[in-house]
């Protein structure tokens, strides 16, 4: 516009100035004249592409870091790293020398969540704490009274005596606008600038990327309530489980004995003249203690009394004497741990045992367990034929969730025809259960190796 202006002044001077009225014809003068507006339009039609090229330009860099964070709460990142991504995204495209993502407690208290561009030397002295009380003075502390955006000016009276905290920072602009998670005002992005004002519509284009953080929190909300609830229903199992072998064992189990020691009695007093009915007693009670063996199998596998009463170690040897496989066993710990992760582990090898005999081919497993780092690791292989996949179904895609919900991995390698490794890790958190001191140092167990079926 400014270039179009100039060139039409240009244009009418150059009429007024002529040297002599006769220099020039009426014709030649009209002509001058349309050439300087012709000028002033492109001028003006230049300015105004640039002002959309910049627009664009700016509407891009937006739409790419929207997108950048977008990908962060698609993939379902920790919200630590997606509050960063977005104090770092929105510091860049604001051209703030500071942003701050604050956290609003039930307490009344904030909590820096996630800053870009400040050092403990900033002149503002933003950062100086982590946790602190947002007083009405403040932007942050408007935002969390009202609900609402809150800016300040220092060149503006208004803001400038509204904000005296910010003022005497010598901050020139600050704007600080609500994130809001399910209704409820959790906190804030704030940002700052030492030496100019921030645009008009800074707090609209802040406005998208509130949504992302709610977004992000409230997922990692639905994420954490989906952990406890899958925790919950493991936990209810595994009582269940353990009511249920307790049950069979102190009932139906100890009837079945009792009522094979009688018919043992009863076998005994038979009259020798009488060989069939001693023979029909006699195989009585050898159905009656296949039944007992087959409801023992089926208690141990509901819940093995065995781990309760005895440990990883014992129960595992157990799993490696009745293998149909012959088993190589190293637990490198004797170390008791909280009963989920000692369930979980159990069951990684008792399944992974179990699919082993049935469709690996193998004639050999292996079955290592140690402690390091904080975590049981342990790995169960075979030289079988290889091929399982998970996406297929089984036991061991159950066995994942509960390894995973326990914070663990869990990973299955198997190549066709190079045998099946499974690879877990559980964490237990430095010292086991029931030692309060600390770990006790590996110790070997025992190798089972080559164990013939039970």
Request: aromatic residues 4%.
């Amino acid at each position: 516009m400014r270039v179009g202006v100039v060139l039409l002044s240009v244009a009418v001077a150059a009429v007024a100035f002529l040297p002599t009225p006769g220099s020039f014809s009426a014709e030649d003068s009209r002509a001058l004249v349309a050439l300087g507006v012709l000028l002033a339009t492109a001028g003006v039609a230049a300015g105004r592409s640039r002002r959309q090229a910049r627009v664009s330009a700016r509407l891009g860099e937006e739409q790419s870091a929207l997108r950048r964070v977008g990908t962060l709460v698609a993939r379902g990142v920790a919200p630590d790293v997606v509050l960063a991504a977005v104090a770092q995204e929105v510091g860049r495209l604001t051209g703030a020398d500071a942003a701050v993502i604050f956290r609003f407690g039930d307490d009344g208290m904030a909590t820096v969540a996630a800053m870009h561009g400040v050092t403990d030397d900033d002149r503002g002295g933003i950062g100086g704490g982590i946790r602190w009380t947002p007083e009405p003075c403040t932007p942050a502390g408007s935002v969390l009274t009202s609900g609402r955006s809150a800016r300040y000016d220092a060149r503006n009276p208004a803001t400038a005596g509204e904000f005296p905290f910010i003022r005497d920072r010598r901050i020139r602009s600050a704007v600080a606008i609500p994130v809001s998670v399910e209704g409820h005002c959790w906190g804030t992005i704030s940002v700052v600038s030492w030496d100019r004002p921030f645009p008009t519509d800074t707090e609209q284009r802040l406005v998208e990327f509130t949504e992302l953080v709610a977004m992000a929190i409230a997922n990692a909300d639905s994420q954490v309530e989906l952990a406890a609830s899958r925790a919950r229903v493991v936990a209810a199992g595994d009582q269940m489980r353990r009511r249920i072998e307790r049950d069979l064992h102190d009932g139906a189990q100890q009837r079945l004995v009792s009522l094979a020691i009688d018919l043992r009695l009863v076998q005994d007093s038979v009259p020798r003249e009488l060989p069939a009915l001693r023979a029909a007693v006699g195989r009585a009670v050898d159905d009656l203690i296949d039944v007992l063996d087959e409801l023992r199998e089926i208690s141990r596998g509901i819940h093995p009394a065995i781990l309760t009463e005895g440990g990883l170690g014992p129960a595992l040897r157990t799993l490696a004497r009745r293998s149909a496989v012959p088993v190589d066993l190293y637990v490198g710990t004797d170390s008791r741990y909280p009963p989920p992760v000692e369930v979980a582990a159990y069951y990684v090898v008792s399944e992974a045992l179990t699919n082993t005999a049935k469709h690996a081919d193998a004639s050999l497993a292996e079955v290592v367990v140690e402690e390091g780092d904080d975590a049981l690791r342990m790995w169960v292989g075979d030289d079988g034929v290889g091929g399982a996949d998970l996406r297929r179904g089984s036991g061991l895609l159950g066995l994942r969730d509960r390894v995973e919900w326990l914070g663990g991995s869990f990973d299955v390698r198997s190549p066709a025809g190079r045998g099946t490794r499974i690879e877990v890790s559980l964490p237990v958190g430095g010292a086991a259960a029931g030692d309060p001191t600390s770990a006790r140092p590996m110790c070997r167990l025992g190798v089972t190796a080559d164990v013939a079926p039970a």
